[in-house]
């Protein structure tokens, strides 16, 4: 029921030649059918998005594209910042939300999450909203606690329709870069308590939403990851910077 989604967030990763580079690779490792399976989608960063466009355009590719981050006001004053329209003037289906590391790094608040995931349903797009605890946090038990917190924040306000339409990732951030993964049992928990939490507040939503597991997802780990119950995708960081990897990922029952 619910369509598998494998998206690739490059992060700052890759010139906008070296981006076309890598999605005609991929193009020519996926077959028609591997797209009926799984939604695929690349998010690169912002200086490419334009250049990979073109390329899904002129080859009639199946590719989605997917930015890493958006502000939330339509246009202003905001030097550094990239507006939804803009976004949406790509051809941009999925927009990356919260992102632990933009998170930690760049102090995004639950409250900017929530405005960004409405500014992104406004433009008819997607957003991936990302949740997930950090080390400290899962050896203190307070993994469930602030997953459930970020998800209620992430997704406030919104609708029950726009809230099945949307995507939640979790990204335990421990497990992020470091070759760590979550337990496929232990993603699927969390990825379960995500669906509880939004069925409380959504009702029947909660059986539409997609939940993507994100953390160390290798060609070596999908397939158990993608077998449990309420995991429904993954978002990819560095198994997506290789298209041979990354195909290897995208075609997780092989
Ligand atoms: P890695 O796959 O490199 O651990 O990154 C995960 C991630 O943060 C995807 O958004």
Redo the contacts with the bound molecule.
């Keep these: 029921m619910r369509r598998v989604l494998v998206a690739g967030?490059w992060?700052m990763h890759k010139t906008h030649l070296e981006a076309i580079q890598v999605v005609q690779k991929l193009s020519y490792r996926l077959d028609p059918a591997d797209y009926e399976r799984v939604e695929v989608v690349v998010a690169p960063p912002f200086t490419a998005l334009r250049s990979v466009q073109t390329v899904i355009e002129a080859d009639h590719l199946l590719i989605r594209l997917g930015a890493q981050n958006v502000h939330w006001k339509d246009e202003g004053a905001f030097t550094g910042e990239i507006a939804p329209r803009m976004l949406q003037s790509l051809s941009v289906s999925y927009v990356?939300v919260g992102?632990?590391?933009r998170r930690e790094i760049f102090g995004e608040t639950d409250e900017w999450v929530n405005r960004k995931a409405k500014a992104v349903l406004a433009h008819g797009m997607v957003p991936i909203v990302?949740v997930g605890e950090t080390e400290a946090e899962r050896d203190e038990g307070a993994s469930e606690d602030k997953v459930r917190r970020q998800v209620l924040a992430g997704l406030a306000g919104l609708d029950p329709e726009a809230v099945a339409g949307s995507v939640v990732?979790y990204?335990p951030i421990w497990?992020?870069?470091?070759g760590r993964t979550a337990s496929a049992d232990d993603a699927d928990a969390m990825a379960a308590l995500i669906r509880e939490t939004i069925a409380d507040r959504w009702g029947d939503a909660a059986e539409r939403i997609r939940i993507l597991y994100?953390?160390?997802?290798n060609p070596g780990n999908i397939a158990g990851l993608m077998a449990k119950r309420n995991i429904d995708g993954g978002?990819?960081?560095?198994?997506?910077l290789d298209p041979d990897t990354f195909a290897s990922v995208i075609r997780y029952w092989m």
Excluded: D, P, R
């Design positions: 967030n992060k990356i992102h632990s590391e990302c990732a990204e497990a992020i870069g470091t994100g953390g160390s997802v978002l990819v960081g560095g198994a997506s």
